[in-house]
């Protein structure tokens, strides 16, 4: 409507009436559809705002002054309230380099009418990280040149692109062929780096299920960090201590926006001195709910709590489960592979890859390799069963363990057979074999019995054996094959599938020892006599063992018993303490160079603390030295000619004489009989038999042949007849011993004979 003032005006205007009138109305229709307009222009800009706000975008208008003309939604997407703004009010909440970023576009396209298309991050109050996109276009008007643009939400679409790309890389990280540790750490920066965190850290369960221990982290060097991350690095947190052990406790995340406040946070002071503002701690769970770890991420920003991180640690503490359940089967399988799952010792693959490595190594130290396997174990399983076996072998592998000194690897390579890989040669590897006989002649109980074992040993050397570790391994079995052959384990009793055989044997085994223990044994004599004149020239101490219901047993009888059950060396003290109690009691009676031979076994010759007690017992007993000679088997000086010099020699200093016995089953030669201190040969009783024949008698002629060449004297086993007495004596045999001259006796007996002087053949008696 017209104001009345003017309506009066136009009235008097020359001309008046119906050209005034129809001005008057022509004003009033203009009137009318101008507001109609304005109407239907603020129904269409309400309209427009409403679909922008649905669409998430905005636009604005670039005046000439720079001024930015922003829509409803365009504000609030920049998280502004003004409508009317310049550049840096309306990137108020974006990074300054984007913001100089799309100022610089902007006079480009100002320019060259180059188009605006930009992505710009945006740190909003309340909604946090938001990214939009800037789109600006130039228009010509017939008054001037304008900008128009749009401005469009792209932020899930942004978010889906990072989770994607995250995901991703953490995924490879992980999954990667890596150490742990590396796995980890790399996981971290990919999402410090990804989402603008400044530091993460991962810590894991230990295997006893106490402590969190932080395992990786990560801290962009030069940040800052550095005092924060070494304090964190390898720290160890109980459950429910902490932040970290909170979150493991409540198995749910938590997300601080002020660190400086959070009274669980376990390095308060030190992360507020770094400028530490933000936190995200979140629990690793596996698929049974469990949790097993914990990572945390700091930042220096005030962050709000936003769908991004929160979603994708779902997936990170998957992924980190994951790797921990592969890295935990792993381990099981290398624990398959390289342990035994019976005693816990290595099993022979780890010792074959110990052995490569050693061997192969550019500076590569002599080393050796000890197989070694138990005499009589299956005598175990057949009487007690498998599972009292099994209880043996675990106690042998816990005692050696612990026994055998350290750097020795112990390996389990089957059944009852063994390994071990020494450092070192000479003295070291003869401490470890020592200690490995030991070990198995302990004695061991299982459900109510006591028994001990022997174990075959066999070494092989680096490098002078071989360099290849089958090569080695090899070597060493077959030595230890050897050694079982040529040791004196043959069974007590006729061997029988039968486990009340077995049992038998494990029940005489006590019984034996037992005898030992209460020194119930006995020490018989068996004459030596000089064939010459048939005078007494000494005697052979052999044992005799009493047994309750089967009688008087010779040594046939239980020394094969007593040799597989690791007894031999108790019953050799036996045999020198009765002798040499014998010999002091009745050195008055004695004539002189009377001496009384003593058996040593294969173990007894290899035990060095045996000899130190021979000393010992000759000086107690007042006996002198020479009153005693050992006998030791042929084939036990072949066995090791280099361990035979060194006893034979380390007795021959106490002034203690030596005679091979069995002399001509073994495979000596001349040039090792005469380097060694050897004053008797006795010529085995099977060659003494053999004397019927003629080829027997060329045989004996032979040794008594060589022995003269030596300068030994001999004497002859198995004599029974006169006629083999008078064609040994013929020959040249200075000796002889046999049931033609006496039995084996009581000391009693044997002191008889000295007062008579002489020991007639038995016929004669």
Request: aromatic letters at 6%.
């Amino acid at each position: 409507m017209l104001p009345p003032s003017l309506t009066q005006e136009l009235a008097v205007l020359p001309g008046g009436g119906v050209e005034t009138a129809e001005l008057l109305a022509r004003s009033q229709r203009l009137e009318v559809l101008l507001e109609h307009t304005s109407s239907s222009l603020k129904s269409l800009e309400e309209r427009l705002n409403a679909s922008e706000s649905i669409a998430s975008f905005g636009h604005f208008k670039v005046d000439e002054f720079e001024r930015f003309q922003l829509s409803a939604s365009a504000r609030a997407l920049l998280g502004i309230e003004a409508a009317n703004a310049s550049l840096d009010e309306a990137l108020a909440h974006a990074p300054s380099a984007d913001c100089d970023r799309f100022g610089a576009a902007l006079w480009q396209l100002i320019e060259s009418g180059q188009q605006v298309d930009l992505e710009v991050a945006l740190e909003l109050p309340q909604s946090g990280t938001r990214w939009v996109r800037l789109a600006v276009r130039r228009t010509q008007s017939a008054r001037s040149s304008e900008l128009y643009g749009l401005i469009i939400d792209v932020t899930e679409a942004r978010r889906e692109a990072v989770r994607r790309d995250i995901a991703l890389k953490v995924s490879e990280a992980l999954l990667r062929d890596i150490e742990s540790q590396t796995a980890y750490e790399s996981a971290l920066q990919t999402v410090c780096a990804g989402l603008g965190w400044d530091m993460g850290s991962c810590w894991l369960m230990d295997a006893r299920g106490q402590h969190l221990r932080c395992l990786a982290i990560h801290a962009p060097a030069g940040a800052g960090l550095e005092e924060l991350a070494d304090s964190t690095r390898g720290r160890s947190l109980a459950s429910g201590q902490g932040m970290v052990g909170a979150v493991h406790a409540a198995r749910e995340a938590c997300w601080s926006d002020d660190v400086a406040a959070e009274v669980r946070f376990a390095e308060r002071a030190l992360a507020e001195r770094c400028g530490i503002r933000s936190a995200y701690t979140f629990p690793i769970l596996v698929d049974t709910g469990t949790c097993i770890g914990v990572v945390q991420f700091l930042s220096r920003n005030p962050r709000r709590a936003d769908a991004l991180l929160p979603s994708l640690s779902q997936l990170i503490g998957t992924l980190l489960a994951q790797r921990v359940r592969r890295e935990s089967w792993i381990t099981r399988l290398r624990q398959v592979a390289e342990r035994d799952a019976l005693t816990g010792l290595y099993s022979r693959y780890a010792l074959m890859e110990r052995i490569w490595r050693l061997s192969g190594s550019a500076d590569a130290r002599p080393f050796a390799v000890i197989s070694f396997d138990l005499n009589r174990f299956r005598l175990i399983n057949e009487a007690l069963g498998h599972e009292a076996g099994d209880l043996v072998l675990k106690a042998l592998a816990a005692r050696a363990q612990v026994q055998l000194p350290p750097g020795v690897r112990l390996a389990r390579l089957s059944g009852d057979e063994f390994a071990a890989l020494v450092p070192g040669e000479g003295v070291a590897v003869e401490r470890v074999v020592a200690g490995i006989e030991a070990c198995a002649a302990e004695p061991v109980q299982v459900n109510g019995y006591e028994f001990s074992l022997t174990a075959a040993v066999g070494v092989a050397r680096f490098p002078s054996d071989g360099s290849e570790a089958e090569a080695l391994l090899r070597d060493a079995d077959a030595r230890r094959r050897r050694s079982k052959r040529s040791s004196r384990s043959a069974p007590a009793l006729p061997r029988t599938a039968s486990a009340a055989s077995a049992l038998t044997e494990i029940q005489l085994e006590q019984e034996l020892r037992n005898a030992i223990d209460s020194n119930t044994l006995e020490v018989h004599y068996q004459p030596i006599v000089r064939l010459s004149d048939s005078q007494l020239a000494g005697a052979e101490a052999l044992i005799r063992w009493r047994h309750p219901t089967r009688g008087l047993l010779t040594p046939a009888g239980f020394l094969p018993l007593a040799d597989a059950a690791g007894l031999s060396r108790a019953i050799s003290r036996v045999v020198l303490g009765c002798v040499t109690r014998d010999l002091g009691a009745a050195a008055a009676l004695l004539p002189p160079g009377l001496r009384v031979n003593v058996n040593l076994s294969a173990l007894d010759f290899r035990d060095l603390k045996l000899f130190k007690e021979i000393g010992e017992l000759l000086r107690v007993s007042g006996v002198a030295a020479e009153r005693l000679r050992f006998e030791i088997t042929e084939s036990m000086l072949m066995e090791d000619v280099g361990m035979a010099e060194r006893v034979v020699g380390l007795l021959a200093d106490y002034g203690v004489e030596f005679a091979i016995d069995d002399f001509g089953t073994g495979y000596s030669s001349l040039g090792q009989l005469a380097r060694l201190p050897v004053h008797e040969i006795k010529i085995d009783q099977s060659f003494t038999a053999a004397m019927g024949s003629g080829r027997g008698k060329a045989v004996v002629r032979a040794v008594l042949d060589l022995a003269s060449r030596l300068g030994m004297p001999v004497t002859a086993e198995g004599v029974e007849s006169r006629e083999q007495s008078s064609t040994l004596a013929a020959y040249g045999c200075e000796k002889g011993q046999g049931y033609l001259f006496g039995r084996p006796a009581p000391f009693r007996d044997l002191l008889r004979l000295v007062t008579a002087g002489n020991a007639r053949p038995v016929e004669q008696v």
